[in-house]
């Protein structure tokens, strides 16, 4: 794709090959493809990514944590000790994909990322300043608050299949990374969680400050998910074979996925602090995981021409000017974010795939995951 190339970058360890350039893009008579949609991408994240998480006033929310009960303030921190060592990990696990696109000569791909990699690390300092700041518990542990499906997750499956990537590079190796990193954790379990911020704590009217990060966070999340839809779509088109390595990781992960929403209830017994229904965040969880899975079977057969065209209209969806007609996707104003995935796309699954996992995602996290909370 790129007329730039690294050398002997495919299958080898990143210390024994010999690393050099034969050409290089900017100057050649390609130039940059402002056109292809990571590229698009890389010019709206520097529009509207480029907020500062330390300029964000927290003041109110400092009072409004005050006035929260025991039980509303231990399930805050949970949500925020588990999204605060989320977006360290992905901060922490991006790396290894960003370097097998550079080695690859994407460059447009690889200038996206830089972006990507820049807004995780602003997340995980946003996190932790709630945590400093707001619920005021610097110096406390807060790993028990990590259940045994978001330890599979965070701990074991995404530094895995991230790290995998300096040994073998491959499109499947590629795609496990992808559905792991774009699809479960941004996807599935990111969005859920924005969900339930502004289910509980917008609709409520407090914590302001936090919310208006969040709603940052979901915006730079929309462009991942765009960049991460791309990359599988991509990895599809080259490979149909490709298809079946992403339907085998997404159904292997979802049973965590939706064990992470059931071990926070499970924390709580029958009452949770803020008396949202487990069931909503679940459908919810279901209902993005689908999209982004329909979207990527679109990809099957397609040309890598198609695929571009076909993404370049998904980043423009997904990813709307926030002060625009129409708002941003997923602006939650007064109900649930739309999902950053258009449901414009085909209605039905083709396949067995996705449909499959939904199929097993219905009976809720206990049929999900003999494999769920049980790990
Ligand atoms: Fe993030
Ligand atoms: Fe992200």
């Excluded at 690889?110 to 518990?137: C, P, Q, S, Y």
């Excluded at 159904?251 to 069931?279: R, S």
């Amino acid at each position: 794709m790129s007329g730039a190339a690294t050398s002997g970058a495919a299958g080898g360890r990143p210390g024994t090959v010999e690393a050099r350039h034969d050409a290089f893009v900017t100057t050649s008579g390609r130039g940059l493809n402002h056109d292809l949609p990571p590229m698009r991408l890389y010019h709206k994240a520097k529009r509207f990514g480029t907020w500062d998480p330390r300029s964000i006033d927290l003041s109110q929310d400092k009072e409004d944590w005050k006035l929260l009960n025991d039980a509303q303030k231990d399930a805050l921190l949970r949500l925020v000790a588990l999204f605060a060592a989320g977006e360290e990990s992905v901060t922490l696990d991006l790396l290894p994909l960003i370097m097998v696109i550079a080695r690859e000569g994407r460059l447009e791909e690889e200038m996206f990322l830089t972006t990507f990699l820049w807004e995780e690390a602003k997340h995980t300092e946003f996190m932790r300043r709630f945590l400093d700041e707001v619920a005021g518990v610097a110096g406390a542990d807060l790993h028990h608050y990590h259940t045994p499906s978001y330890r599979k997750i965070f701990y074991e499956e995404l530094p895995r299949a991230m790290h995998r990537l300096l040994d073998d590079p491959s499109p499947a190796a590629q795609a496990e990374a992808s559905v792991t990193y774009n699809l479960i954790v941004e996807g599935v379990l990111a969005e859920t969680g924005y969900y339930a911020f502004y289910r509980t704590l917008q609709r409520q009217g407090v914590m302001p400050g936090f919310i208006q990060g969040i709603r940052n966070f979901q915006r730079d999340e929309s462009r991942h998910l765009a960049y991460g839809v791309f990359l599988l779509q991509r990895l599809v088109a080259a490979d149909d074979a490709i298809w079946h390595v992403i339907d085998r990781r997404l159904n292997h992960l979802l049973p965590y996925a939706l064990g992470v929403t059931h071990e926070i209830y499970a924390a709580y017994g029958d009452q949770h602090p803020f008396e949202v229904d487990q069931k909503e965040f679940i459908d919810y969880a279901i209902k993005q995981f689908s999209l982004r899975a329909r979207r990527i079977e679109q990809a099957r057969g397609k040309s890598l021409a198609e695929v571009y065209r076909l993404a370049a209209d998904q980043v423009e969806e997904a990813t709307r000017d926030p002060d625009g007609p129409g708002a941003a996707a997923g602006d939650p104003a007064g109900g649930p974010p739309a999902a950053t995935g258009s449901p414009a796309g085909p209605a039905a699954t083709t396949g067995s795939g996705p449909g499959r996992a939904e199929a097993r995602a219905q009976g809720g996290p206990a049929a999900g995951g003999g494999g769920g909370s049980g790990a």
